[in-house]
């Protein structure tokens, strides 16, 4: 094994993820450039998706809402209270979806939906719920916020076609139809008071909650998911938004609108996105070849399989670990949290690498071993985080926000913004390669549950 030259294979590896401060001014000015012109075509590079949601909340909103939310295996039905006060009181149940149902008829889909609801009605907001809340339940109409993790077409607040069905879903018959009428129709036949108000992409939710719970004072601008996948969702003038017609009467009296900018897609033509064999090489064994570029460098989803790829290669060349292991061969087979327990081990011997390699990776190392992969999984995780910083300063630029306000906030859910050490500082040493020192007026803070409380407050507002 070439172990006497381990270390500095390491370090030129990590080299390779680097980003200088010129790059990252780069990286946030192509996309500020893809921003305008997103939202002046018809969504090509970048989608920048209109909301259809006019305001934001500030935390003095009140009233009891109901929220669902499809967007995998399981259904979740909840209902938020906001006390009006940036709290909220929230209960939720989830469910499976059966398998049958997932490639059945829209009807049979969209019935079991309805029932979830029903059932959760009767068990949590019984008249006694109500009457504490000043609502006599056969009196109360439920605004309902509806979370939908599909491609849909949305052309209303509370209208939206489906594109085609992802994960796992195959619904023939829904393709093409609003998602929002087919379950407000069985809600309809179930004679339940509840009406969908609001469709919601969960970015959208992410800011909306942040926004209402943030502290006084303070504007929230932006939502970012930064867990499985990675996405911006923000608030923008409505003048701005030159692909909607802005003349429309559901339109006359809105001044902003919160754009959903699927900003995962940033860069697909990969003319400014840093680049490794080892991307490449990922991105071959997704899917989706080509597309999502920028969130295949930044997101959980794809970190841990990065750092598979560097750590074969270093083997294969004879540099790292004696033999091979299932895990390490196999696609996948490392989840991105390996990288946030590394990243933690500040031990003089890695003895908390040690063990994760034992477990994860099934082989034994030395003390250059650990540190060669100590070297690497930094520099995996600070790309992340220095790239998700560049395109939020974009947006912030793009916003002139820091030039109104005395504190900016935003919004962050996911589970490599909450878990990863260090994450927030890296972010903000782009921050302030794009903001300078307007860095300092930039205020994070964890947005949860975008998708119970955000689809809340869309129906809220909507
Ligand atoms: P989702 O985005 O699916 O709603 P999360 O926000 O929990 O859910 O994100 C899940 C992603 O976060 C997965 O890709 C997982 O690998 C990654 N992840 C989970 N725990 C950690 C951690 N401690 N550090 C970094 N990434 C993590």
Known sequence: MAT?????????????FDISNDQLVAISEEFIRLTDLGLKSGGMPMAMIPSYVTGVPNGTEKGTFLAVDLGGTNFRVCSIHLNGDG???LLQTKSVIPRNLMVGTAKELFSFLA??????????LDEKFNEERGHPANEHIYKLGFTFSFPVNQ?????????RWTKGFDVADAVGMDVCLLLQHELDL???????????????????????????GSVTKLGVILGTGTNGAYVESLAAVDKLDNSAAALA?????????EWGSFDNDMKILPRTSWDDAVDLETPNPGYQMFEKRVSGMFLGEILRRVLLELHE??????RSSTPLTTAWSLDTSILSRVEADSTPDLVAVKSIVEMDLGLPTTLLERQAVKLIVEGIGKRSALLAGAVIGGILVHLRACQSNPVVDIGVDGSVFEFYPGYEDLMRVALKAVMGEDESKIRIGIAKDGSGVGAALCALVA
């Open 115 to 124: 029932k979830k609801v029903d059932e959760f009605i009767k068990t949590h």
């Open 317 to 322: 060349k004879g540099y790292l670990f004696p």
């Open 4 to 16: 006497s030259s381990l270390l500095e294979e390491a370090i030129s590896i990590s080299k390779q």
């Open 87 to 89: 709290t909220f009181d």
């Open 155 to 163: 052309t209303a607040i509370n209208r939206g076609t489906l594109i």
């Open 253 to 261: 009296d809105k001044s902003i609108m919160v754009i959903n900018t």
């Open 190 to 216: 179930l004679n339940l008071p509840v009406h969908v108000a609001a469709l919601v992409n969960d970015t959208v939710g992410t800011l909306m909650s942040r926004s209402y719970s943030s502290p006084r």
